[in-house]
């Protein structure tokens, strides 16, 4: 389980990181909890795709094909500077969707 000797690597969810991730070897895995956030600029970019929650149905699958089912955290904090009266809403989709899809 996590303990003092994990490590804890800040990940932006771009695609090398997300290719770093899938590529590690297991024995490299059980020894890491990524901390897995959206970059603000994707944010910046496309706020009308985080404001619909459409990233809730593209980012899920990505984390479970790098990642799979292992322990990792999320940070959503871009997601705070969006216009949206339903960002609650999102954040909560996503971790409700997290724990449908095994996450």
Known sequence: MFDHKHYVPIIPWKMGERIALRELFE???????????????F??????FFETGRFIHSMLPEIASCWGDGLAFVDLHALARLSST??????ETFFRYSADAGL
Do not use: C, F, M
């Open 43 to 48: 944010v910046d970019k496309k706020p009308s």
């Open 86 to 91: 339903n960002l609650t809403r999102h954040i």
């Open 27 to 41: 024995s490299d895995r059980q020894g890491i909890v990524p901390l897995i956030e959206i970059p603000q600029n």
